[in-house]
């Protein structure tokens, strides 16, 4: 089983666009040295102006060995398996796949990204939101600015105005993690009756995306969907409008999915039902059941328009979906 991920990711000296270059600064020099502790507070004291106190030098220090670029045997300090991976491989996304793998939030924050521009404070409340167990205090920003400082310092994310976007290698990695990550063990902390969301995805059916993706969907929409009126995460899919592996372009496009019931999420993919640019639900006329809950949140919704926020799905995509429906 994977280690516990880090709640809390700590920054880096040298400004907050660096924190790559100094993380490479800091393996070139352990690997050349092996240093004592003694000398490894002094480097950071001779490479970065105003930087003396122990304690703060420490902290990063722990905080790289929790991650696993370095580690300490004999007094002495050096490279960690995390570290080695990050020298020999030396690009982005191996960097981004260790930082994503050891820390909480780094995934969830490139998908809600991927939707727009976010405000530092929009990021802190959707990472709190998204997971609960950072623990961090309502309205404060420190935590959030870190996190973001550590994409901006791999080239994924970028600032515009008081706000931070994708950069174009930003948006390559969110298109392609939802598959990549989708045998992910973290779950979400919220619980359903004292049944983890994430430990109900795993025993009806196979993980199929990122449950960080996952998460990410399920809070854009309030944590249910208007059709089935299933509240509970543990009981939500992710259903994709145009399908992930006919536009593989779009399986990480926000505006793409919506949660669905497992029922309700069959049901859509076979053409029981569908919904028109319009948001209004339209039920194909040869369906026939009877099922108390089908015919109640299908068969007598066709025609209404379902009360979900503007621009949640976009109307070319359900567009493009409902051409191929014959009956539509």
Known sequence: MAPDRLRSIVPMFGGGTRYVETLDAVLEFVEAHQPTIDELVGWHRGSFSNVTSRDSIMRRVSYLRQVGFLQQADERWRIGDA??????????GTLLWIMCDRNVGLRSLLYALSAGPM???????QQLDTHPELGWSRGETDMARQRVNWLRS??????RGDAYVLTGEGRSFVEDAVAEW???????????????AGTCATTIHAREVDPEF????????????????????????IAHMLARNEFPEYRADLANVLPLSKTHHAAFDRGVFTIDRDY?????????????LLQRTIIEQDGERIPMADESLNP???AQHNAELAWV
Do not use: C
Not at 83 to 92: F, K, L, M, N, R
Not at 119 to 125: A, D, N, P, R, Y
Not at 280 to 292: A, D, G, I, K, W
């Open 83 to 92: 570290g080695w991976e990050s020298v020999q491989q030396g690009d982005v």
């Open 119 to 125: 405000t530092l404070e929009e990021v802190s409340e």
């Open 154 to 159: 791999m080239g994924l994310v970028k600032e």
């Open 182 to 196: 989708s045998d992910s063990e973290w779950t979400p902390a919220m619980t359903d009756d004292g049944m983890s």
């Open 214 to 237: 996952r998460a990410t969907v399920i809070l854009r929409h309030d944590g249910e969907f208007p059709v089935s009126g299933v509240d509970r995460p543990g009981l939500l899919d």
């Open 280 to 292: 209004r639900l339209q039920v194909n006329p040869s369906f026939e059941t009877q099922s108390e």
């Open 316 to 318: 070319e995509y359900l």
